[in-house]
């Protein structure tokens, strides 16, 4: 992806809304890792992946500014609930802020905390969970969300070419190794179909297939 195609695709696809406009330029003003933010691309391609699924339930693991989150939000139906997790309780006053001022912001609930801890806290039924927090414990949180998400419900898991660290036989951080053994396992697990996109860092798309042994209600 050049800068100048960068360009070309921005200028053909839907607008960034003046408010996360807005919140992409005080995270950049504002906060630290600022290239952690979704921004423009990104956040029109989660709220077309919401659209298309149109979950009941989102969860979503890294709130960081709150952008994604938002864009989450855009995608949903009238009634459906976003719960998001942050571990920096610092952002908080920050992506409280924003989001007080979007019209979906009652769609949305944030928990401050570690989404080890949080997500058994939060029931199951999910129908798409976003994974983009702590890179080392991507594999943790996949084993915790899979059994909570709802059979046909999708995972979308950020990051997961790093940089491209993922083929540099020579990258030892404990970041690469957390996506290297979560895209293996992903790779492996034949309970879902997988897909890894190469936009901006990488996303995976993960479909839990049903249980092919679960009773139908006509059958009943």
């Known amino acids: 992806m050049t800068e100048e195609l960068e360009r070309y695709i921005l200028t053909h696809i839907d607008p960034e809304p003046p408010?996360?406009?807005r919140l992409n330029r005080d995270t950049h003003v504002d906060c630290l890792y600022a290239n952690m933010c979704s921004g423009h691309l990104q956040g029109r391609m989660l709220k077309m992946f919401t659209r298309m699924i149109n979950p009941r339930r989102v969860l979503e693991l890294g709130t960081f500014t709150g952008y994604s989150a938002l864009c989450l939000a855009e995608g949903t139906a009238e009634g459906a609930e976003?719960?998001?997790i942050e571990i920096?309780?610092?952002l908080q006053d920050?992506?409280?802020a924003h989001f007080a001022k979007s019209p979906l912001r009652n769609r949305i609930t944030m928990h401050i905390g570690d989404a080890r801890d949080i997500i058994p806290t939060l029931g199951d039924g999910w129908d798409l969970v976003f994974i983009d927090a702590?890179?080392?414990s991507y594999l943790d949180y996949y084993r915790l969300v899979l059994?909570?998400?709802n059979p046909g419900g999708f995972i979308i898991a950020d990051n997961t070419l790093w940089y491209g660290k993922v083929t540099d036989g020579d990258a030892r951080d404990a970041q690469?190794?957390?996506i290297l053994d979560f895209n293996d396992h992903?790779?492996?697990d034949t309970s879902v179909e997988k897909v890894i996109i190469p936009l901006r860092d990488g996303l995976t798309v993960i479909y839990k297939k049903p249980d092919l042994f679960a009773k139908h209600p006509a059958c009943e």
């Open 134 to 136: 702590n890179k080392r």
């Open 88 to 90: 920096n309780d610092e």
């Open 147 to 149: 059994p909570r998400v």
């Open 19 to 21: 408010e996360l406009a």
């Open 82 to 84: 976003i719960h998001t």
């Open 176 to 178: 690469t190794a957390g």
């Open 94 to 96: 920050f992506i409280e």
């Open 186 to 188: 992903v790779a492996a």
